[in-house]
């Protein structure tokens, strides 16, 4: 797994609640989705550069596993890795985090891929974004060989 970056921070509002009195799904989907977003700009996926070429991302599978409620007035960050960068897909890993007790209250993998808009069929991603994927996968196999062995 890469490093990780922060791509997301926010609040858990009142509205965010169903009738149980926590989160409800579809907004832990909500914020990861805005992570995604966050992430792939940080890669050079840029709405701009979509409308210019003519291109998307598309998620194309998510698994999610919820760890801890939470509640209105709760912060949360969220944390975001690469896991696999290959010709057309990108594929993350994020986690919620609980700020004030450092929990984590959820974690989802998601997969996207690059796509040409018009035709909606899968393209081989910019080499741009892939050299700048690879470096950060080459970044955090670096720290990852300098950690001591565990005992």
Request: aromatic share 8%; charged share 20%; proline share 4%.
């Amino acid at each position: 797994m890469s490093e990780s970056r922060i791509t997301y921070r926010g609040i858990v509002y009142p509205w965010h609640c169903d009738h149980m009195g926590h989160m409800n799904v579809m907004w832990y989907t909500g914020k990861f989705d805005e992570a995604c977003w966050n992430f792939l700009a940080m890669l050079g996926l840029h709405r701009s550069g979509f409308a210019q070429d003519g291109t998307a991302m598309a998620a194309i599978e998510q698994h999610t596993q919820y760890k801890r409620e939470l509640y209105p007035g709760d912060t949360v960050t969220i944390q975001s890795a690469l896991l696999e960068v290959t010709d057309k897909t990108i594929r993350m890993l994020h986690k919620m985090v609980h700020d004030a007790s450092g929990e984590i209250a959820a974690i989802t993998m998601v997969v996207g891929v690059h796509l040409d808009a018009r035709i909606r069929k899968a393209i081989p991603l910019p080499e741009a974004v892939r050299q700048r994927a690879l470096k950060m996968q080459q970044r955090a196999i670096a720290v990852l060989q300098e950690m001591p062995e565990p005992a």
